[in-house]
C-alpha cells in the first residue's frame, strides 16, 4: 500500500475577505473530491483570507499511480482561476 501526500501553500489573489476565500476553497476541494477521489482539506492558515495550506492525499497498492493522480492534482489546481501555488511538499509513505 501507498500513501501519497501533498501539502500545498496556496494564494487566493482576488480574495478581499475571508468568506471569498471559503467561497473560492469550497469549490476547489469538491472538485479535487469528485474528480480524483482524493481526501483533501484545509490544513493551514483558515484566518488568513488571502493564503491557505491545503493538504492532500491518496491511497493505492501502485507507486506510480499515486505519483501520475498527484502530478494531474497540481496541474489541475495550477489552472484554477484565482488560485496560485506558492509551494509544495509531496510524501510517499
Avoid: C, P
Avoid at 47 to 67: C, L
Amino acid at each position: 500500500m501507498v500513501v501519497g501526500v501533498l501539502t500545498l501553500e496556496l494564494l487566493l489573489a482576488g480574495s478581499d475577505s475571508l468568506k471569498d476565500k471559503r467561497k473560492v476553497l469550497k469549490s476547489l476541494l469538491e472538485r479535487l473530491k469528485h474528480r480524483f477521489n482524493v481526501s483533501v482539506a484545509e490544513v493551514g492558515r483558515q484566518d488568513n483570507r488571502r493564503y491557505s495550506t491545503v493538504g492532500i492525499s491518496a491511497v493505492s497498492g501502485d507507486i506510480a499511480h499515486i505519483q501520475s493522480v498527484l502530478d494531474t492534482v497540481v496541474r489541475f489546481i495550477e489552472n484554477h482561476n484565482g488560485v496560485e501555488v506558492i509551494s509544495m511538499e509531496r510524501e510517499l509513505l
